[in-house]
């Protein structure tokens, strides 16, 4: 088994309590099994399920999603790949944002898939310099599946997430930026979204 999702838990530890221009988030559910056998079964089970981002919509409460291929046209498959675009709209904050598929990490027991923000494909003219989203192109969100004997954890992981202060249009994109990345850290929004998003991928409000 290797380390990495505790390697990212552990970053993301290490920001929260060191940094005063960087940010930091970690959600988490986690789910008991009977024996080995049935969590592997669901493990492979939720693994496809964490790589068809439409039916992410089933597990949010606030946002949606939509995948585009690196052309930035709606795919007609169901599951993600690296270079892939999602557009996530979060209900009521004005407008969407986008990031990109910039990693897959995937062994028996881990499966990560890293998203990035960036900017909008779907734009006539896209500017790849431009970040389409509330965070800077630095930050990460890593969707982090992990299966340990007879329980499997699910982890939503963000790393480096700052306010995007430069690459908007206007001084309301700008403070809907800010609003809508500090004001969901400070008040638990965004950690309660991500919690229930992980408690969805993994039924347990179900299994209860």
Sequence with gaps: MTRKIESLLEQAALIANSSDDEMSSAASAKRNFSNASEAENFFVKFKEKLFR????????????????????????????IVGDFIRITLHGSGKSDWVKVANID??????????????NP?????????????FTAESTNNFCLQKTGETINFYVVGLHEKSNKHDTNN????????????????????????????ENLLEVKSEK
């Design 171 to 198: 001084i309301i994109e700008t403070v809907r930026n800010v609003a809508t990345a500090n004001l969901g850290h400070y008040l638990g929004i965004q950690k309660g979204e991500w919690t229930t998003f992980c």
């Design 122 to 134: 779907t734009e006539d003219e896209p500017d790849a310099g431009v970040t389409s989203h509330f």
């Design 53 to 80: 981002i439409r039916k992410w919509n089933a597990l949010s409460g606030l946002s949606s999603y939509e995948l585009f291929d690196a052309n930035g046209i709606i795919c007609k498959r169901e599951t993600a």
């Design 106 to 119: 995937e062994n028996s027991d881990e499966v990560i898939l890293t998203a990035q923000p960036t900017f």
